[in-house]
């Protein structure tokens, strides 16, 4: 089992920046390619990025290309989403999973862990 607990979500005005950090526990952190999502009122969850094992690779939607990153730290066990530049379509529950396979890494089926979630609201 792993636990992930993410947490840095709050309500910032367009144009503004937050950082998400998910914290992981139970096994071994390294093992896993980690990825964000993230889902809005009456919306498929949708893919944000995700970032492989070492942390050499990511991967983004084109939605926030340019203006979001991903990155770890596997001594704490932590994944992070720095987003920059928010704009109102930002506004969602933020999730960040964990995927022990290599499986397609832009999707929510090839993830085995979940956290709870952390809103993000984006006021215009």
């Known amino acids: 089992q792993v636990q992930l607990v993410e947490s840095g979500g709050g309500l910032v005005q367009a144009g503004g920046s937050l950082r998400l950090s998910c914290a992981a526990s139970?096994?071994?952190?390294?093992?896993?390619?980690m990825g964000w999502f993230r889902q809005a009122p009456g919306k498929e969850r949708q893919f944000v990025a995700a970032?492989?094992?070492?942390?050499?690779?990511?991967y983004y939607a084109d939605a926030v290309k340019g203006r979001f990153t991903i990155s770890r730290d596997n001594a704490k066990n932590t994944v992070y989403l720095q987003m920059n530049i928010l704009t109102p379509e930002d506004t969602a529950v933020y999730y960040c999973a964990a995927a022990l396979y290599n499986g397609d890494i832009t999707l929510p089926r090839s993830y085995d862990y979940w956290g709870q979630g952390t809103q993000v609201t984006v006021s215009s």
């Open positions: 139970g096994r071994t952190f390294s093992n896993y390619r």
């Open positions: 970032i492989s094992r070492s942390g050499g690779t990511t």
